[in-house]
């Protein structure tokens, strides 16, 4: 750090009768300032943001509750080291600037050196580490946010703009939404006790559907108490879906890692949490029309297969039905007669040739040739002549009657010669 600067030299005497032109005064001030020169400071980088190729931010000194803001020119930014940003711990060349003009202090920073991770973002790192080796952090743990809260709960500041944005945005896309608002400090020494509470409060309350911690974003600093462990442990404990609508991009306080749903600004919040009632009309207008489509088609389906069905020959009359059976029935019965026919002349042809045989083999038949059948008088056919005796009575059976006889006795063979009968007379010179 370089020497003390001398005393500036006395100006004039000013009264009522001969002040200072403000140009005089802003001069010295100037003449004055530009007296201290360069020094080189050391703290932490509490706000960084680039605008224009410029940087503009804030550093916080590590010990005490002191800050300064600076500005590092598009010229120097690039001599910078690599992926400085908010939270780190550097030292800087650094001169006080005062605008003659404006009336405005600057410190403009020349020369930037990197001293390691800042005290405080070293501990949030350690305190993330650690809640997320808890589980705090797992995906599995969030719960799911109502389709259509009733009461939403809302955790911000009094009269702030993240509330006018939450209530505004959300009774814009569904009118009958209902909130139970409870206002806390969110920066400051009372903003980690208050939101604490506020949770539980709405976290208690059973007609709370969804809690939403809100807050217009703001430097590193004032979000702070957003990554308190006891407010933290909080919100993880809270039954209720939390919402985080801190609304800052560049450091995420550790709520918006513990919180079952993370929203970029309140408005974001507001959006989706409650549904717009415009869109889920359409919707419903979408899913009906939809429905009227498939049905209607369906039935127009379904109604052509019922008139194709009765369009064909087995529906659309019952003669078919005699009709086809008819000219089956004319060929079977057709069929039939000719079957039997064939049936008869073959029986008749069998029955002729049994007559036939049977004629050719009956007793008549043989009768018919001259024979006769002889029979006692008891009825039994004579097969032998010595059944017989003389004198019994017989019954000769013949082809076209009967005849009574009395037997005489064995009548001779007609093939032995009769011993009455004379011999025949040999020829002359041979012997008989």
């Known amino acids: 750090m370089t020497d003390a600067p001398a005393a500036p030299s006395s100006p004039a005497p000013s009264s009522p009768d001969s002040p200072w032109p403000v140009a005089q005064l802003s001069a010295k001030l100037k003449e004055y300032i530009d007296r201290l020169g360069q020094v080189w400071v050391e703290g932490e980088i509490a706000q960084w943001g680039i605008s224009g190729g410029n940087v503009y931010g ?60 800042g005290d405080l973002l070293e501990r949030l790192e350690r305190l993330r580490a650690a809640l997320a080796a808890e589980g705090l952090f797992a995906p599995e743990r969030k719960k799911p946010l109502p389709f259509l809260p009733q009461c939403i709960g ?13 209530l505004r945005n959300a009774q814009l896309r569904w ?22 509470a506020a949770i539980r409060q709405l976290d208690a309350d059973p007609e709370v559907d ?53 929203a970029s600004t309140p408005t974001d919040a507001a959006k989706r949490v409650v549904p717009d009632v415009g ?72 029955i002729d040739e049994r007559r036939g045989q049977l004629r050719a083999l009956s007793p008549q038949r043989t009768l018919d040739r001259g024979y006769a059948i002889v029979q006692t008088a008891g009825g039994d056919v004579v097969r032998a002549a010595s059944a017989v005796a003389a004198g019994d009575a017989l019954t000769l059976l013949l082809a076209d009657g009967r005849l009574a006889a009395t037997a005489q006795g064995p009548a001779p063979d007609p093939r032995e010669p009769s011993p009455t009968a004379p011999s025949p007379t040999a020829p002359e010179g041979r012997p008989a």
């Open 154 to 166: 809302l955790v911000t500041g009094k009269d702030s703009d993240a509330e006018k944005d939450v």
């Open 58 to 117: 804030k550093l916080k000194d590590v010990a005490q509750d002191a800050t300064v803001s600076f500005v590092i020119w598009s010229s120097v930014r690039a001599s910078l080291p690599e992926g400085l940003g908010q939270g780190d711990r550097v030292t800087a060349l650094v001169k006080a600037n005062w605008w003659v003009k404006g009336g405005t202090l600057t410190m403009q920073v020349s020369q930037m050196r990197r001293v390691g991770l």
């Open 175 to 196: 009118p009958s939404v209902r909130f139970r608002v409870v206002h806390a400090a969110v920066q400051g020494e009372r903003a980690v006790s208050e939101v604490t």
């Open 279 to 350: 869109d889920e009309l359409a919707r419903v207008q979408q899913a009906r029309a939809r429905l009227l489509t498939r049905v209607t088609g369906l039935i127009g389906t379904e109604i052509e297969r019922i008139a194709s069905i009765r369009s064909r020959p087995v529906l659309a009359g019952s003669a078919w039905i005699t009709d086809t059976r008819a000219d089956e029935l004319t060929r079977l019965v057709a069929r039939g007669a000719e079957l039997s026919t064939r049936l008869l002349e073959r029986a008749h042809l069998e």
């Open 210 to 262: 969804v809690i939403i911690v809100a807050r217009g974003g703001g430097d590193f600093q004032n979000l702070l108490p957003f990554s308190d462990e006891s407010l933290v442990r909080a919100a993880a404990a809270c039954e209720t879906p939390l919402v985080s609508a801190i609304g800052h991009e560049n450091d995420r306080p550790l709520l918006d890692e513990v919180a079952d749903l993370r």
